[in-house]
């Protein structure tokens, strides 16, 4: 048996609650609050204290391990001076007892391949605010070990974000296996001298982005945001003898199929219902859409670029499908008309829907930041499925995009 490794590694008062075993553990908060140095520790600890641990650190998209905790964890192992404990490896990290620390993105899994990370003891999801609700959904039951843990580390962005809406969620506040807290730079003792000057000129060059980068506040609007306050998020009823509005944005490659469902109420535009997923065959396609309430009694208006996908569910399946029409500009022509609206409600199910217009755009110019007219090709499949579905309503008239607001 190997002899028996003492660690002494300190704490910050903030971080000590997360030191006790629980299911799910995470920190939100700023820059310079240590709390990506802090779970890389605790890894560091809990692979050294158990041998043959085995580990999986993931982000939303990881391109390389550049974009990842590799090179953290390696610092971390040297700095606690367990270099002879642990074997580097360009992919992965061998930790004692024949463990490993694996880093993975969780865009390349699906159903199948995620099972590969039942085994894990621990997930750490750093940069956790940009995790989808697909992958959140994917990764809860798959990491499945008794005493198996998830932790999360991220700097908000908005409370309707996967990660928040779950681990900040008011209903969970006495839920012991969830344990979540608030870390500032300020709870940081080790908070460098340098990036304290960086955050005092940004608190005196960029008050409007202070709170978020510094002490976690949720994202501001930003003046390239098509909708920075044209939405809200709110439960609501759809009224009896209500006319819905349904559109459908076809799915290619790694874009999801979008499905909505809306109506209109007092002139303003309410977003009841959503669906959608990536790579879903044809023939499941009619489940789908039968996960919209109604979906079948009214109208559908779908993207036309799939005739032979609308046909088929048309013909074999009898739903109420046509194309939405297009012309030169009508995509401008349908934001400006949802635009037009007094308010845009969504309801908080349709978490994708929000996501979008949160982060629905017009492009900048990366070497001057002026904002430029024209929309990013992003964040769009719901918001495209809703200007279909509102199709009769939209005018095909494209006015210049109102600038004013940047000047």
């Known amino acids: 048996m190997p002899p028996q490794t003492h660690l002494t590694i300190t704490t910050p008062r903030a971080f000590a609650p997360l030191l006790k075993p629980s299911r799910y553990k995470g ?31 993931i982000r939303e998209i990881q391109k ?13 192992i040297n700095r606690l001076g367990l270099h002879h404990h642990f074997t580097i490896k360009e992919r992965e990290i061998i930790t004692p007892g024949g463990g490993v ?25 750093e940069e956790a605010q940009s995790l989808s609700a697909h992958s959140l959904k994917l990764l809860r039951p798959t990491i499945r070990k008794p005493g198996s843990e998830i932790w999360f580390s991220w700097n908000p962005n ?84 209500c006319r819905f509005y349904f559109g459908v944005d076809w799915g290619f ?26 790579n879903i065959p044809l023939d ?21 670029a799939r005739p032979e996908t609308i046909n088929y569910l048309k013909n074999r399946h009898h739903f109420r499908i046509t194309s939405a029409k297009k012309w030169p500009g009508s995509v401008q022509d349908g934001i400006e008309r949802l635009k037009s609206f007094r308010a845009i409600h969504i309801h908080p199910r349709c978490v994708e829907t ?17 904002i430029l007219p024209h929309i990013e090709d992003a964040n769009n499949h719901y918001i495209d499925a809703l200007r279909y579905a509102l199709d009769g309503l939209i005018t095909n008239h494209t006015p210049l995009p109102d600038f004013s607001r940047f000047a």
């Not at 620390?101 to 085994?119: D, R, Y």
């Not at 499941?284 to 036309?304: G, K, V």
């Open 284 to 304: 499941q396609l009619p489940s789908l859409f039968e996960t919209l309430p109604a979906i079948r009694h009214w109208p559908i208006r779908a993207d036309n």
């Open 253 to 278: 490659s790694r874009d999801p199929t979008a499905l909505v469902r809306c109506f209109i109420h007092d002139d303003i535009l309410h977003i009841d219902y959503e669906a959608g997923g990536t």
């Open 27 to 57: 920190i939100w908060g700023g820059r310079g609050s240590g709390k990506s140095h802090f779970f890389a520790g605790l890894l560091i600890e809990q692979a050294t204290l158990h041998p043959g641990l085995r580990a999986v650190c």
């Open 158 to 241: 908005y409370p309707s974000d996967p990660v928040d809406a779950f681990m900040r969620n008011p209903s969970h506040e006495d839920d012991p296996s969830i344990i979540t807290i608030h870390a500032r730079w300020s709870d940081n003792p080790w908070f460098p001298n340098v990036l304290n000057e960086e955050r005092k000129r940004d608190q005196t060059l960029r008050p409007q982005d202070y709170d978020h980068i510094w002490e976690g506040d949720y994202q501001q609007h930003h003046d390239a945001l098509i909708f920075p306050d044209r939405i809200s998020i709110k439960s609501f009823t759809a009224p009896e003898a």
């Open 64 to 76: 390389s391990l550049a974009t990842s905790v590799h090179q953290l964890l390696c610092d971390t």
């Open 101 to 125: 620390i694996l880093f993975q993105g969780m865009q390349t899994h699906n159903a199948e391949t995620i099972k590969s990370l039942e085994g894990m003891d621990i997930a750490w999801v």
């Open 354 to 370: 929000a996501r979008e217009f949160r982060l629905y755009r017009y492009k900048t110019d990366p070497l001057t930041g002026d």
